[in-house]
């Protein structure tokens, strides 16, 4: 059986699971499990924390040996999915269907099948991950999808703010847990503040896209509090700081942006089994004032990052230099990665050469995002860091 006949078949077993096919990633681990390779191995190939691919692994095994019965783990995984997938295979007119975690084998006939078992579209699962980013690196966030995963699926926390700065890594986060976490949820949807801020226009589009025949009323709110309530809903809001007014204390909302604030509150009150993540360079008001020991709400302050494997992965040399650099940019990805293209082309992949110049450097891109700090803060905090960028050491 080729790799290609055994993708298909685990495919259709996670599909039928999560209503989800394979990510690239996913598939990639597969490729690296079957000719042998380590977690290591994998994720030095494609790029990513040996955590992190371990932890994709177990999800695709917990799926797969609910699906087929029997026990999959990183020791059989070979052997046992090539069996079964000859097993399904041996018999052209019939077609693996899963049900219950268990393996059917029925007559291969679409339009029966599709009649008898087919649920409405309101009992479907419902993914919307459209302006979602797309990941194609992760570095050691092991610890930060636990404690992701610990209150939104374990606690069931009704509103999570991921905060830190630009390029520091919040909607990668969101994303790798969104990816490993599906099938926790009945619908997920993702949205991005910085393509419409309406929320009238998102929750319409939330009803509107999870039930297509649905009536609307007058009471949109009403609707989505009940959808809230009947189906488990993940539902991002990215950007979320463009909401807020630029030069003010953080997390004050704009004019327009008000009803936000009446949204937030009912996400914590009412009564419902779903979610909310905002991601954002400034924490809400709201949350601020809440108390996260009487209210289902938490906050991850994201820091940056102090593993090597990100410059690693840029090819720089003078490894024995590189926790400096990192701590030189406080860790955030985006900055080091600018960097590191700037290293590489002026010092010829030298860091220990770029660091004798003692002095921070910052390309055009990490001065943009910087700028674009400095605007959003009040004209106190902004004079406040004018005055701190005048000394050379520390000062408290």
């Keep these: 059986m080729t790799v290609t006949e055994i993708l298909q078949f685990v495919d259709r077993l996670i599909f039928a699971e999560t209503d989800e096919h394979l990510s690239d990633l996913q598939k990639n681990i597969i490729k690296g499990l079957l000719n042998g390779q380590s977690y290591k191995d994998i994720a030095d190939d494609y790029g990513y924390d040996e955590g992190y691919i371990g932890d994709v692994s177990r999800k695709l095994y917990k799926i797969l040996s609910e699906q087929l ?3 999959v783990n990183k020791f059989n995984f070979s052997w046992t999915i090539e069996r079964l997938a000859n ?6 007119l019939q077609q693996v269907l899963l049900i219950n975690s268990h393996i059917n084998l029925c007559s291969n006939n679409p339009q029966d099948s ?4 087919e649920p409405d579209s309101y009992n479907k699962k419902y993914h919307d991950l459209t302006l979602a ?9 092991t610890t930060e999808l636990q404690t992701l995963s610990r209150w939104l699926i374990d606690q069931n926390l009704h509103l999570v703010s991921v905060l830190g700065l630009s390029g520091i890594g919040k909607t990668t986060l969101v994303k790798q847990f969104v990816d490993l976490n599906l099938q ?12 419409s801020q309406s929320l009238d226009g998102i929750i319409n589009e939330i009803i509107t896209g999870v039930d297509r025949d649905s009536i609307q009323n007058d009471n949109k709110l009403t609707q989505f509090f009940n959808l809230l309530r009947q189906k488990k809903c993940l539902i991002i809001l990215d950007d979320v700081q463009e909401l807020f007014i630029k030069g003010e204390l953080a997390g004050e909302f704009k004019m327009e942006s008000k009803n936000f604030q009446n949204f937030l509150t009912m996400m914590t009150d009412i009564e419902h089994q779903s979610s909310l993540i905002l991601i954002s360079q400034e924490q809400c008001q709201e949350m601020v004032s809440l108390d996260e020991e009487l209210y289902p709400i938490n906050c991850l302050d994201l820091q940056g990052l102090d593993n ?7 090819g720089l040399k003078d490894d024995e230099t590189w926790a400096k650099l990192i701590d030189l940019y406080g860790g955030n990805p985006v900055y080091l990665k600018d960097i590191a293209s700037l290293i590489k082309n002026i ?3 030298k860091v220990a050469d770029f660091l004798k110049e003692d002095s921070l450097m910052v390309t055009k891109d990490i001065k943009s995002r910087l700028t674009e700090l400095f605007k959003r803060l009040s004209p106190t905090e902004q004079e406040i860091v004018l005055q701190l960028s ?3 050491v520390p000062v408290s």
């Design 347 to 349: 010092f010829g992949g």
């Design 69 to 71: 019965g029997e026990d």
């Design 390 to 392: 005048k000394f050379d």
């Design 114 to 117: 599709s009649k008898n078992t």
């Design 133 to 141: 980013p797309k990941i194609t690196s992760f570095y050691d966030r």
């Design 184 to 195: 926790h949820f009945d619908v997920v949807i993702w949205k991005n503040l910085k393509l």
């Design 308 to 314: 090597t494997e990100i410059i690693k992965k840029c």
């Design 87 to 92: 097993r399904s295979n041996s018999n052209s």
